[in-house]
């Protein structure tokens, strides 16, 4: 059973970057073949889709995320990173990454990682 640790949040001020991790247990070729994708969740809200990428490094974007957030892998690092750019207040939330399997389900949720833009 995969797990996965998210790491790189902080604090950031407005129009701030940062590069969020999301390192697998898994051997690289079980990564690769991974759908993996990042969530968020600010208080009081419900858990929102971020960003994901397939096995094929295919990537789709939450609407208010796009153009600014990027996520990539690193299969040999077995590794998901969300570079996050132009950071905004409404950002602020915790970050999970998870797998989205096959059927769609959403599995091996890391601990998340806590993201505050602020100045």
């Known amino acids: 059973q995969v797990q996965f640790v998210e790491s790189g949040g902080g604090l950031v001020q407005p129009g701030g970057s940062l590069r969020l991790s999301c390192a697998a247990s898994v051997i690289e070729y079980i990564f690769s073949v991974y759908t993996v994708a990042w969530y968020r969740q600010a208080p009081g809200k419900q858990r929102e889709l971020v960003a994901r990428?397939?096995?094929?490094?295919?990537?789709n974007y939450e609407d208010s995320v796009r153009g600014r957030f990027t996520i990539s892998r690193d299969n040999a690092k077995k590794t998901v990173y969300l570079q996050m750019n132009s950071l905004k207040p409404e950002d602020t939330a915790v970050y999970y990454c998870?797998?989205?399997?096959?059927?769609?389900?959403?599995?091996?949720w890391g601990q998340g990682t806590q993201v505050t833009v602020s100045s």
């Open positions: 998870c797998r989205i399997t096959s059927a769609g389900a959403n599995t091996a």
């Open positions: 990428i397939s096995s094929f490094s295919v990537t």
